[in-house]
């Protein structure tokens, strides 16, 4: 898989061999009418890894995009996740071949269960045996969860076959999630940073702006730049050009051991968005 080159963006290796860019675009609250622009132009820009869901309504306007842009397939890292009303095994695989139609791909390069909603009338080891069963006939290059807590995943170790690839969930400076971080690692599992910069929240923080003045970038970049040599995969979202332009452009700078003690110490474990424990929506 060949990462923008001219961008020098890294890739992670997944614990399946799968090379995943380390930095990607996100796609949630792109309307779906907007997204096959606004992907298109994160391609142009030099994205080569989209992070999408059936949530997100959005995954044929990421096809779109992806078909159009000229670039080879194998080129483009794609993720979706599967959404919350699908977790029994028959409705995840009829969901999955859903999201493939969507998108118009014969092969999904990661598939993640979204949520775990621990308090449904389902089982997520069912919702992750049904998402073996589909890594299993070839049509997705790695499986993942998304907000899976240490107790989630220690069930998955005892109870089926295969190790999930990424834990997707929420991180940024005002929620360092190192517990589950650590926990990951400790278990060959790659950990995604959502919302990386809180949706804009982290940014106008004196110690993530006395940085950007220093380093003359913006306060986003610090804070992108951050997640990037802690090791998480992070794909910020964006409809504006320039944004995009600067999300990308954190491999021609580093934080030194003290900007990045210095971000760390912001940790207030202030979650963003819903916490996995006890978030059991399921759409309608
Ligand atoms: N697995 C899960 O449960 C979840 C996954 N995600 C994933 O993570 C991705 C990123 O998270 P998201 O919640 O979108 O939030 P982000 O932390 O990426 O922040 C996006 C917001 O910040 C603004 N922004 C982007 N770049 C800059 C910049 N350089 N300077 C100032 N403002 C900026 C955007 O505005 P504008 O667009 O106007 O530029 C938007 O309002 C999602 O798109 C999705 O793919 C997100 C939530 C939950
Ligand atoms: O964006 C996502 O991936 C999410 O799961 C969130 O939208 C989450 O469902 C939420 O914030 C609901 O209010």
Redesign the pocket.
């Known amino acids: 898989m060949a990462p923008a080159p001219a961008l020098g963006v890294p890739t992670i290796t997944l614990n399946n061999g799968v090379e995943i860019p380390q930095l990607g675009f996100g796609v ?1 609250q792109v309307p779906p009418e907007d997204t096959a622009d606004v992907v298109g132009t994160a391609l142009e820009v030099g994205y080569r890894h989209i992070d999408t ?1 059936q ?2 309504g959005n995954e044929k306007g990421v096809g779109e995009a992806v078909g159009a842009s000229g670039i080879d397939r194998s080129e483009i890292f794609v993720t979706s ?1 599967l959404n919350n009303g699908f977790h029994r095994r028959d409705d995840a695989l009829r969901a999955f071949d859903r999201s493939l139609g969507d998108l118009g791909f014969e092969q999904l390069d990661l598939f993640l269960v ?2 775990p909603l621990p308090g449904i009338d389902v089982d997520y080891v069912e919702t992750w045996k049904a998402m073996e069963e589909i890594y299993a006939d070839g049509r997705v290059r790695a499986i993942g969860v ?1 907000n899976f807590q240490p107790a989630h995943l220690r069930r998955l170790f005892a109870e089926s076959e295969i190790r999930p690839a990424v834990n997707q969930i929420e991180v940024h400076p005002y929620l360092a999630q190192d517990d589950v971080r650590a926990f990951d690692a400790d278990h060959e599992i790659v950990t995604e940073a ?1 919302s990386p910069i809180a949706q804009g929240k982290v940014l106008d923080d004196p110690a993530i702006t006395a940085i950007a003045e220093r380093l003359g970038r913006t306060p986003a970049q610090v804070v992108l730049r951050w997640h990037v040599q802690r090791g998480d995969v992070v794909f910020p979202k964006s409809v504006s050009r320039e944004r995009m332009e600067q999300n990308i452009g954190l491999f021609d700078f580093e934080l030194d051991t003290g900007g990045m003690a210095s971000i760390s110490g912001l940790n207030r474990n202030e979650r963003t ?2 916490d996995p424990d006890t ?1 059991n ?1 399921i759409p309608r």
């Open positions: 949630y869901a949530m997100y996740k979204h949520w998304s959502w968005g819903p978030f929506y």
